[in-house]
């Protein structure tokens, strides 16, 4: 069965420090691994998605991801956070035909942003 | 905008009662999907829809139901309704099936559902 674990529930940072939000999955096989973002009363948001090939994937607005094959990790980092980057951000895992396609999100991390 | 749009956005409704969300997939895309998220639960999938056709089954209660129609769009059916159905619930659509990056599945902006 797949799944993924979003270890920190809540993360503080300082506007312009960097961030980073960790990603551990469980999969059978390799993975499609994606990352999505969901502001506040809002829908949800892919910022990037990893199928294959290169393992650091670049997304939307400044972030990036890579992927570790031996962690079962997929974190996501920005060099240096805004304000408006608060939000809730979910990990997910799956898409792929063996899981008909259905994707498993992690709890998700909420991020703030102090000034 | 992801091109997926979901109606109604807000749904304030009673216990027993039943309410059909509707979703227009992105132009192009055959594959619909379903979400509940709530506070408990967080994000779970519900059930999956191509080209007319059921393909998945997730944690979705006997209450519940779906259909997709000829125009693709979709509707999920919420039945003898209960307190604990209050929830944010997502549609999404991707092209499937094909390898890669059509993969994606693309979310609306959600149906929010009170029931009191």
């Known amino acids: 069965a797949q799944s993924v674990t979003q270890p920190d529930i809540h993360i503080t940072v300082s506007e312009g420090a960097s961030l980073e939000l960790r990603c551990n999955y469980s999969y059978g096989a390799t993975p499609y691994l994606f990352w999505y973002v969901q502001s506040p009363g809002q829908g949800l948001q892919l910022l990037l998605k990893y199928f294959s090939g290169d393992t650091l994937v670049q997304g939307i607005k400044g972030f990036e991801a890579e992927f570790k094959r031996s962690q079962s990790s997929f974190n996501l980092r920005k060099p240096s956070v805004h304000w408006s980057d608060a939000a809730e951000y979910f990990c997910?895992?799956?898409?792929?035909?063996?899981?008909?396609?259905?994707?498993?999100f992690g709890a998700g991390t909420t991020v703030t942003v102090r000034a | 905008d992801s091109g997926v749009t979901q109606t109604p956005k807000h749904l304030i409704t009673a216990t027993g009662q039943r309410v059909t969300l509707r979703c227009s997939p992105r132009s192009g895309d055959l594959s619909v999907y379903w979400y509940q998220q709530s506070l408990d639960q967080g994000l779970q999938f519900l059930i999956h829809?191509?080209?007319?056709?059921?393909?998945a089954k997730g944690n979705i209660l006997e209450r519940f139901s779906a259909q997709q129609f000829p125009d693709l769009h979709s509707e999920l059916n919420l039945s003898s309704l209960e307190l604990g159905d209050s929830a944010l619930y997502f549609c999404a659509s991707s092209v499937e099936p094909s390898g890669g990056a059509t993969d994606t599945q693309y979310f609306g902006p959600g149906t929010r559902l009170t029931v009191l």
């Open positions: 997910a895992v799956g898409g792929t035909p063996s899981n008909d396609y259905k994707l498993s």
């Open positions: 829809y191509y080209n007319g056709e059921e393909r």
